[in-house]
């Protein structure tokens, strides 16, 4: 959790530095909200069964953007812009013998290129940052808590229509990816460390592939 919170820090400190070099700019926030699919290792789930973990893997995603696309173009129509993103997700599921609630955080810097016309944008974007992975399960009515802070990455794309020059609708396709060797189980007054050799060398990777619609805002 320390690195992930050095890491933000650090790029959040890059991050502040290009915006001050702008004298004038522009900024735009969105929020988003649509379907999700967990991709990969399923972590610490109460029930392993193939039916039970492709059910568990439809979800819902939401998010919010900021980016600072100040009003100079690297070329023409093309703007190189910093900004920050914060997107949730949840997957839920039930079984005879309990269910699971798996709720992710992932907060990261992003670096963005922007295609700007008149009427519609077309963007690309990535950043480094750090997810909060947690699943609110339950064993025979027994509350049990998977939970782990991991590094993550991600890679997005998305388009805008405008219908003025400061509000707009927008749709953005999100591949946000982490791994994991171990996490933290805590069920039935007691709580302990899983480290799983599977998980390691890569085994434990996994993913959220989000489908996202919304409002931008321009100011």
Not at 41 to 60: F, P
Request: glycine letters at 10%; a neutral charge.
């Amino acid at each position: 959790m320390k690195k992930c919170l050095f890491l933000l820090g650090g790029m959040i400190s890059i991050l502040s530095l290009f915006a001050q070099e702008a004298t004038v700019g522009k900024s735009q926030f969105s929020i988003h909200a649509g379907p999700s699919w967990y991709l990969g290792k399923m972590i610490g789930i109460t029930n392993h069964s193939d039916t039970y973990s492709n059910d568990l893997r439809d979800g819902v995603a939401w998010d919010v953007n900021y980016y600072y696309l100040g009003d100079k173009d690297i070329s023409h129509s093309f703007k190189v812009s910093p900004g920050l993103v914060y997107q949730g997700s949840q997957y839920k599921n039930t079984h005879d013998g309990g269910s699971d609630k798996i709720l992710m955080h992932y907060i990261a810097p992003q670096i963005a290129l922007f295609f700007v016309q008149q009427k519609y944008n077309l963007s690309l974007s990535t950043g480094l940052g750090c997810q909060l992975y947690k699943d609110k399960s339950f064993v025979y009515d027994k509350p049990r808590n998977v939970s782990m802070n991991k590094l993550a990455y991600n890679l997005s794309a998305g388009g805008e229509y405008l219908f003025s020059p400061h509000i707009g609708i927008s749709a953005k396709l999100n591949w946000t990816v982490t791994s994991s060797e171990s996490y933290s189980v805590s069920y039935h007054g007691q709580k302990w460390q899983v480290e799983s050799p599977e998980l390691s060398d890569g085994g434990g990777c996994f993913s959220q592939l989000s489908l996202l619609l919304g409002m931008n805002f321009h100011f």
